[in-house]
């Protein structure tokens, strides 16, 4: 089997959103926790690679992915090309030194997350951060393809969502387990917060909405909420769309704004988020009046959602400034 690239261009989507708000807020309240204790929290070389099963996927994966990326190895004893790769993958986490984590998955003992995660044969590779899954390769890659793979994951990680890895100890004892910091309210608007991303995940994007325009009423500059709901009221734009209507009316109606805004936002929902910013900012330089400034401030909003310290976002500034002027 030949081994397939993974792009990691499009890690940051919609659905990436609220998991870097949560990522980036535990990180820093981590990092806080161990500087405050001197270092304390640091894990053994031996413990940068772990075997996992379906029960403790949750806790050892999804939970600590929040605070580091998780490299998933999807092996099996009999596959030949997996015992190639797992010893390259595990050297490569010890030197990495706590950049990434890796959990060994055994498929014949594991179907349900085999399923889960789609693999189709072995090895397969992925990646979790902060709760969202990403392919990285699959079949036995050589070791120049997996250093630059791993170096970008480490580098989207950091950047995006705030993950700069475990502290590691050659001294520590294997087995010991960094602690987060204890999950207590930091802040007047926690609850409210915590309102609004249950809302979110149970699908109640009107509830979400409200419980972060709550907070912006009390803190108009809580970037956390400002993020939120731009996320919040982007989902319940395109929640009553029929995408198939909606694309080819804007197919057929070019000059219909209304008609291509509502196609951006559902560009930017399946994570094609510069097919959505270039969409709006043509819409932009064809327009005028009423309907440039439409265009203009949807763009402005899906900024919000994408986040001002991604790279496109950067580049679509720029964009849009030379359609302006």
Not at 13 to 41: C, F, H, M, P, S
Request: glycine share 8%; aromatic share 4%; with cysteine.
């Amino acid at each position: 089997m030949q081994p397939r690239n993974m792009s990691m261009s499009g890690v940051v989507d919609l659905a990436a959103v609220k998991a870097a708000q949560e990522a980036k807020a535990k990180a820093e309240q981590t990092r806080a926790e161990t500087a405050r204790q001197g270092g304390a929290g640091a894990v053994s070389p031996a413990d940068l690679v772990i075997d996992v099963d379906e029960a403790g996927f949750e806790q050892e994966v999804l939970q600590r992915s929040a605070e580091v990326p998780v490299v998933i190895d999807f092996w099996a004893e009999w596959c030949q090309p997996c015992k190639q790769l797992s010893p390259v993958l595990e050297r490569l986490a010890v030197e990495y030194n706590g950049r990434f984590l890796l959990a060994k998955i055994d498929v014949d003992a594991n179907q349900m997350l085999m399923q889960q995660f789609g693999v189709q044969g072995i090895p397969a590779v992925f990646a979790v951060v902060a709760g969202q899954a990403l392919p990285l390769f699959q079949g036995a890659a050589g070791e120049a393809q997996i250093r630059q793979t791993l170096d970008q994951l480490v580098q989207v990680a950091e950047q995006r969502f705030g993950l700069t890895g475990l502290s590691v100890d050659p001294d520590a004892e294997p087995g010991g387990r960094p602690e987060a910091a204890a999950a207590e309210p930091v802040g007047p608007y926690d609850g409210l917060l915590e309102a609004a991303v249950q809302a979110l995940d149970a699908g109640d994007f009107g509830g979400a909405v409200q419980a972060y325009k709550n907070v912006l009423a009390d803190d108009p500059g809580n970037s956390e909420a400002k993020l939120g709901l731009a996320q919040a009221e982007l989902l319940q734009r395109v929640g009553g769309m029929d995408p198939q209507q909606v694309r080819k009316e804007a197919a057929d109606q070019p000059m219909d704004v209304e008609a291509q805004i509502a196609v951006a936002d559902l560009d930017l929902v399946g994570g094609h988020v510069e097919d959505a910013f270039g969409r709006l900012i043509d819409t932009v330089q064809r327009t005028s009046g009423d309907d440039r400034d439409a265009a203009r401030m949807r763009l402005l909003e899906l900024f919000e959602v994408v986040g001002p310290d991604d790279p496109r976002v950067a580049a679509a500034r720029r964009a849009l400034a030379r359609a302006l002027f």
